[in-house]
């Protein structure tokens, strides 16, 4: 059933009349006074029933590793700091890696800011209008992530070995 | 645009070319601390204090910390307006998260004066 209703532009609140079949969001109104519908479309938040093409995953772990990076420079900056004091303090940093612990610290530092430094390499490419199709977008997000686990493992073998 | 200058406010453009142009600097100086590292096997405390004393170095890394400050405000903000929609939480999040950067710079300052 049509029936009237009387509704709310979303942007400059000015009120439009029309006859509307299903249930309207939001109007639109151009500065042509052109009313324009916004339907309600479905949106799908869940995360979990997403498939993640290789571009998305890239820049969700672009994101991570940023996050990741700005915590881990708290670490950094205390060894740095430390390690300058004096020989003593220097001695100490050093005597640290010897244990897993710093050792895991600055393998997992060295490696998120591989990935960070390689991904953002390709977003920089892709800035100057390389790598925005479908293929091209996909393998070299694809490749981007190969890389950084490749950088991984040779950082985990300098660090162990 | 004097207005805008004037203003601590930033807009779009130049958060995009400031997160690209710190994002650099960055790069260069990560590649060349661990570019040292890997080409000196037996590290001194001689060796490491006197390549911070150089003034060249003392003045990559202060720059360094700087780009790292200008380049997570912007890239924490952008992270946080996606993921955290109360807008009081965000705030102080990304209150306390820009201290930390500021914190990170005034250390790096000290300890250079120190070396």
Known sequence: MKKQVYLECAICACRASGFYKNKVDELLCGQDGQ???KKQR???????????????KA????????????????????????????PEGFELVKGLF??????FIAWGTLSVLAYHL??????????????EELESGNSS????????????????????? | MVLNQATLKRDGVQDYVSL????????????????YLLLTPELTFEAWQGLFSNLA???????????????????????????????????????????????????????????
Request: hydrophobic share 60%; net charge positive; proline share 1%.
């Open chain 1, 35 to 37: 009313v324009t519908v």
């Open chain 1, 42 to 56: 479905p949106v799908n938040l869940d995360l979990t029933t997403i498939s993640m093409p290789a571009t998305a």
């Open chain 1, 59 to 86: 820049s969700i772990l672009h994101r991570v590793t940023g996050v990741a990076l700005f915590f881990a420079l708290t670490f950094v900056i205390w060894a740095w700091s430390e390690s300058l004091s004096s």
């Open chain 1, 98 to 103: 010897n244990g897993f612990v710093a050792k």
């Open chain 1, 118 to 131: 390689i991904v953002g390499i390709r977003h920089l490419i892709q800035d100057m209008g390389h790598w």
């Open chain 1, 141 to 161: 997000a694809n490749i981007a992530i190969a890389l950084s686990v490749i950088v991984a493992i040779l950082a985990g073998v300098w660090i162990w070995s």
């Open chain 2, 20 to 35: 690209r142009t710190t994002a650099l600097i960055i790069a260069a100086y990560a590649v060349f601390i661990v570019g």
């Open chain 2, 57 to 115: 170095v003392k003045a990559a890394t202060l720059v360094t910390l700087v780009c790292i400050m200008v380049h997570t405000t912007i890239g924490l903000w952008q992270v946080l307006t996606d993921y955290v929609k109360c807008s009081t939480l965000r705030s102080v999040l990304g209150f306390v998260l820009n201290l930390m950067a500021l914190a990170y710079v005034a250390i790096g300052l000290f300890v250079l004066w120190g070396v």
